[in-house]
């Protein structure tokens, strides 16, 4: 399994980016799909998350009602809409995925198996 995440880019404050992870063999169903991020010398941090079969979702503290996922089960990818971008948001973000095998919280990154390699989000006048 691999996950690809794209859409990264420079934005200024305010601003918004679709951030998109592909999901590869289309044949896989992960159970849930997460979006974690990294800022420099911080810890990682957890974005958001979807339920792939109930399309539960839920959210870090940090971007409640500026951040939206969603999932598309034929095209095999996650979106994440981030809106009213502040320079805090200033990240690597990462996609990761995990199986019905696994489970836990969402926001635990330590349930998810498979991760992407990341994508930069800079926001910045």
């Known amino acids: 399994v691999q996950l690809q995440a794209s859409g990264g880019g420079l934005v200024q404050p305010g601003g918004s980016l679709r951030l998109s992870c592909a999901v590869t063999p289309r044949t896989f169903s992960p159970a849930v799909m997460g979006w974690f991020r990294q800022a420099p010398g911080k810890l990682r941090e957890f974005v958001a998350a979807?339920?792939?079969?109930?399309?539960?979702?839920d959210y870090g503290d940090s971007v409640k009602g500026r951040f939206s996922i969603a999932r598309n089960n034929a095209m095999k990818t996650v979106q994440l809409q981030t809106d009213s971008l502040k320079p805090e948001d200033t990240a690597v973000y990462y996609c990761?995925?995990?199986?019905?095998?696994?489970?836990?919280?969402?926001?635990?990154?330590?349930?998810?198996?498979?991760w992407g390699q990341g994508t930069l989000v800079t926001v910045s006048s």
């Open positions: 979807v339920g792939w079969f109930t399309g539960t979702t």
């Open positions: 990761a995925g995990r199986s019905i095998r696994r489970g836990g919280s969402y926001s635990d990154a330590g349930t998810y198996e498979y």
